[in-house]
């Protein structure tokens, strides 16, 4: 009988041990199922496999947008009815200068016509206004089962391996990244892997299909240590972090996906990239949508550890109206390596940044 205390104060031990199990276990599982509950909007592609390491190429000439036809100027059909010289008798031939055309009537000197017999059809058109997230348009062109066209457009799976540096607040940053593109069919994933040692980790991902317009984005998610942030964007509306609903601007692209947009519309001549011009799409980001242009602002000989000197395009984002933190990214195109951006410097304010260039790039 004198074991007998000892004894209830073992199993007094035994069961707070179980309850204090169980209870971790329960935390747990809660946390577990926040997680999933979190990311469920993702569904990851299978891991690519790459057979080839990419080199610099002279690159392929850009197509050219066709250029509509003007319609037929009135005043020339208008000329045309005026009566035409007679025809010289035949001794004045030889001396006579040879009758000018009918549609020489509309030469430049010649009082013009009225407006109604003339529209501005030789002026370049307007450029047509920035969509507005207060209306979207119909979201039929990227509508489930559309015949595609272009995919094999678009490049082959792709990962673009960059050395990091940068600064934060007294101290140099080190580390490194990724920007890895997969797409299946008509499904793409794009995923920035941004890793600083010992200080912080940030994974960017954009899936949604591949139209003949371009990348229709359907799940953004950003994760950091604290915990994810995402947008899911549906066919005429996007869903943001906190809950609030807001239209679905056109050819809205995420925080991911204008990486690889503007790649390829530059590659299929799309967009120009040229010095002086600019770039403009609606952007969605967890926090709301907003209106960003990218002016191409220089071209650049950039120093590449593993693939040399790099001819690129420099393009800088426009301070936006609204701004949502002081985050900004330049991004850097390269025409020889297929278009894709060899370097990216992101800002988080004047004090602090990070400066990707690319270092080894591999394809399926």
């Known amino acids: 009988m004198a074991g007998g205390p000892h004894l209830k104060r073992a199993r007094g031990r035994l069961l707070a041990l179980l309850a204090a199990v169980l209870l971790l276990h329960i935390f747990a599982i809660q946390w577990l199922a926040g997680q999933l509950q979190q990311v469920s909007l993702l569904q990851p592609l299978a891991p690519p496999m790459f057979t080839r390491v990419l080199s610099q190429q002279a690159p392929p000439a850009v197509p050219v947008a066709p250029v509509p036809a003007a319609a037929p100027v009135k005043r020339a059909v208008v000329a045309s009815t005026r009566p035409v010289p007679a025809a010289p008798r035949p001794q004045e031939a030889a001396s006579a200068p040879e009758p000018a055309p009918a549609v020489a009537a509309a030469a430049p000197d010649e009082p013009p016509q009225p407006a109604l017999e003339e529209p501005a059809v030789a002026a ?15 979201p039929a062109a990227s509508a489930p ?68 317009q371009g990348l229709f984005p359907r799940a953004y998610e950003e994760l950091r240590r604290s915990g994810p942030r995402t947008a899911k964007l549906g066919e005429s509306s996007v869903v943001l972090d906190d809950g609030r609903s807001v239209p679905r601007p056109q050819g809205v692209q995420d925080t991911a996906s204008q990486f690889v947009e503007l790649g390829h519309r530059f590659a299929t001549g799309q967009d120009a990239l040229e010095v002086g011009r600019s770039v403009s799409f609606w952007l969605a980001r967890p926090g709301g949508v907003d209106l960003w242009t990218y002016d191409i602002v220089g071209r650049e000989t950039l120093q590449s550890p593993g693939l040399g000197g790099i001819d690129a395009f420099h393009l800088k984002p426009r301070r936006i109206t609204n701004p949502r933190g002081n985050i900004t990214a330049e991004i850097w195109f390269a025409p020889s390596l297929q278009y894709l951006p060899v370097r990216i410097r992101v800002a988080m304010g004047d004090a602090t940044y990070v400066d990707l260039m690319v270092d080894r790039i591999e394809q399926r």
């Not at 370049?124 to 119909?138: D, F, I, K, Q």
Request: hydrophobic share 35%; no cysteine.
């Open 145 to 212: 089962g559309m015949a595609l066209a272009g995919l094999d457009s678009w490049p082959a799976d792709t990962r673009l391996n960059y050395r990091l540096g940068g600064q934060f607040r007294s101290g140099e940053l080190h580390g490194n990244a990724r920007v890895q593109w997969q797409r299946e069919g008509d499904r793409y994933q794009t995923r920035i892997d941004i890793d600083v040692t010992l200080l912080a980790s940030l994974v960017l991902t954009s899936q949604g299909e591949v139209t003949p």
């Open 124 to 138: 370049a058109p307007a450029p047509a206004p920035a969509p507005s997230a207060a209306s979207p348009p119909e």
